[in-house]
């Protein structure tokens, strides 16, 4: 897969980082770390802009992630007008956060900040792929 299978809306048909998308692809969310440095980024960087240099590993997100901070999106930027509302989060998974999608499963009034979540590779229309965070329930 290359980079134009991102999203629901892609800019860009290639990426250092196209592999990202293969991964999704494979039901894994991927981030990058400096071998060097050990920095770690999301979105993933096949280039470290603390030691400057190309040398990147990959791993996956894997765990629970605690809820940072979350917004509602009203009004979308093109290619997104007709999803709204949606809702943007950023998530900790211990030393990296991420920023995306809650699901929609997950309802404006059961979010709490500090709630786990995992990170989950989904599939969208027209053979694309995305990712989500999806509630962690116990039991």
């Known amino acids: 897969m290359d ?20 991964y999704l692809d494979q039901g894994k969310v991927m981030a990058t770390r400096c071998k060097k440095c050990q920095a770690s980024y999301f979105p993933p960087r096949m280039d470290c802009p603390t030691c400057l240099i ?27 007008e007709d999803d709204t509302p949606y809702i943007l989060a950023i998530s900790d998974f211990g030393g990296i956060r991420i920023l995306g999608r809650l699901s929609r499963d997950i309802k404006e009034g059961d979010i709490k900040l ?11 229309p027209d053979d694309r792929v995305s990712y989500e965070f999806q509630e962690i329930k116990e039991g």
């Open 3 to 22: 980079f134009g299978n991102f999203g629901k809306v892609s800019f860009t048909l290639e990426a250092k980082v196209a592999d990202f998308v293969t």
């Open 54 to 80: 190309s040398d990147m590993e990959w791993f996956e997100i894997k765990g629970k992630g605690k809820l940072v901070t979350y917004t509602v999106v009203n009004y979308g930027p093109t290619g997104f």
């Open 114 to 124: 500090g709630m786990e979540l995992k990170v989950v590779s989904i599939k969208l």
